[in-house]
């Protein structure tokens, strides 16, 4: 069964802290990892996205690591500030032919100050 | 604003009732996506449309249906309603479907309610 385990459900993070979320797979013929920010009353949008074939990606203060051999892969905020407060959800796609993800449960972020 | 629309914003209706959804991806985009989001289940994938035939089918119950219009937008059709379909539905679109950016542009959802 396709799957996504995201941990944990809710995040309380201190102004200026780090911030991280935790997703585990089960299906290896994924290969298209993205994460997705959604602020109340809006949809998700895409924030950072990786792929297999690298450990680590980086935008910003956001950074993705990921761990093929394990099928876990997880996002970094750094210095976290109170405007990063939502649901984070992880994501997991095949992509040939479609991009049906398979999210996470999502995980609310509070940053505060 | 990510440039997908999805009407209505809110809806309210009763058990065995039957609701359209409606959306308008954004210019240019060829494939749209439904998922439901509830607390418990988080956001489902229930069907992909592109350029107007049905692409891929996830958790999509027989009583849920949906077609992709030659002007692109999408219906999402919910028939015999129950209390358990009470969701927030997003639509998405995306530029194509295979190996494109594969980023997703949701839309703001629309909140159905069965009482």
């Known amino acids: 069964q396709q799957q996504v385990k995201q941990s944990p459900q809710s995040l309380i993070v201190q102004k200026g802290g780090i911030s991280i979320i935790n997703c585990a797979y089960e299906?290896?013929?994924?290969?298209?990892f993205p994460w997705y920010q959604q602020f109340p009353g809006k949809g998700p949008a895409l924030l950072i996205a990786?792929?297999?074939?690298?450990s680590e990606k980086k935008e910003g203060r956001f950074t993705i690591s990921f761990n093929k051999s394990a099928k876990q892969f997880s996002l970094h905020i750094m210095d976290s500030q109170p405007g990063d407060s939502a649901t984070y959800f992880c994501?997991?796609?095949?992509?040939?032919?479609?991009?049906?993800?398979?999210f996470g449960k999502g995980t609310k972020l509070s940053v505060i100050p | 604003d990510s440039g997908v629309t999805q009407t209505p914003k809110h809806l309210i209706t009763a058990t065995g009732q039957r609701v359209t959804l409606r959306c308008s991806p954004r210019s240019g985009d060829l494939s749209v996506y439904w998922y439901q989001q509830s607390l418990d289940q988080g956001l489902q994938f229930l069907i992909q449309y592109y350029n107007g035939e049905e692409r891929a089918k996830g958790n999509i119950l027989e009583r849920f249906s949906a077609q992709q219009f030659p002007d692109l937008h999408s219906e999402l059709n919910l028939s015999s309603l129950e209390l358990g379909d009470s969701a927030l539905y997003f639509c998405?679109?995306?530029?194509?479907?295979?190996?494109?950016?594969?980023?997703?542009?949701f839309g703001e959802g629309s909140r159905l309610t069965v009482l």
């Open positions: 990786i792929r297999p074939d690298v």
């Open positions: 998405a679109s995306s530029v194509a479907t295979g190996h494109a950016t594969g980023e997703l542009f």
């Open positions: 994501a997991a796609g095949i992509g040939a032919g479609s991009y049906q993800l398979t």
């Open positions: 299906n290896t013929a994924f290969d298209y």
